[in-house]
């Protein structure tokens, strides 16, 4: 069935380099994306969002980058911090508006 | 104003015995939503509710699991005759209304051993 998916399951950065975290999804009709940050043993965290209409969001040290021709969706951040390791998952809405299809998730991990 | 609380933390059961997740979501929000999440993996969708209505259940196995949002009180999910499969943790968000339009806020999670 079709499903949201992630590239790489881990990543490893040095504090203060730029992170990009990978998303593929598969279902055209998705029409809205969230990111969400997932610290361990919390729940998972909105980061930004971006609707299908839009092919770049920026927020505070976030960028979120849309590519509709081959179904993929980056999060940018910029500056990592060691604040920032954390699971990351994109997250797609069914075009019935009543859940969130998630992704399995990249471990972030930021080296002093 | 508080955010979506989740109760217990965690929760260890023998297996056949019943589990019962409680939810309360953040203020002004009637809509409620829960997830499973299995060790290392993402979270995977059960049932979304309104206060007194079930609106979409297509996610919650058919057997064992119920799902409930009564006009007064937390919303429930209860798991009967528990089994090591049903370990994980269950993540309850809520939403102001079925328009989505932003964030969906989650809580900390309940967190199930069965033994």
């Given amino acids: 069935g079709e499903s949201v998916g992630l590239h790489l399951p881990t990543l490893s950065v040095q504090e203060g380099d730029n992170s990009i975290i990978n998303c593929a999804y598969s279902n055209s009709a998705s029409d809205y994306f969230i990111w969400y940050k997932q610290e361990s043993g919390k729940g998972p965290q909105f980061i930004i969002d971006i609707r299908s209409n839009m092919d770049k969001r920026q927020g505070q040290r976030v960028t979120v980058l849309l590519n509709k021709t081959v179904k993929h969706l980056s999060l940018q951040i910029a500056a990592t911090q060691p604040g920032d390791s954390a699971v990351y998952f994109c997250a797609e809405l069914e075009t019935s508006g009543s859940r969130l299809t998630f992704g399995e998730g990249t471990q972030l991990t930021v080296n002093p | ?115």
């Fill in chain 2, 1 to 115: 104003n508080a955010g979506v609380m989740q109760n217990p933390r965690h929760l260890v059961r023998r297996r056949g015995q019943e589990a019962r997740l409680r939810c309360s979501p953040m203020k002004g929000h009637s809509h409620v939503y829960w997830y499973r999440q299995l060790p290392e993996e993402g979270l995977k969708f059960m049932v979304y509710l309104q206060k007194e209505n079930i609106i979409d259940e297509s996610g919650m196995p058919k057997e064992r699991f119920s799902a409930e949002f009564p006009k007064e009180g937390p919303s429930i999910l209860r798991i009967q005759q528990v089994v090591r499969g049903d370990s994980a943790a269950y993540f309850c968000a809520s939403s102001t209304g079925q328009d989505f339009t932003g964030e969906l806020f989650f809580g900390e999670g309940s967190r199930l051993t069965v033994l």
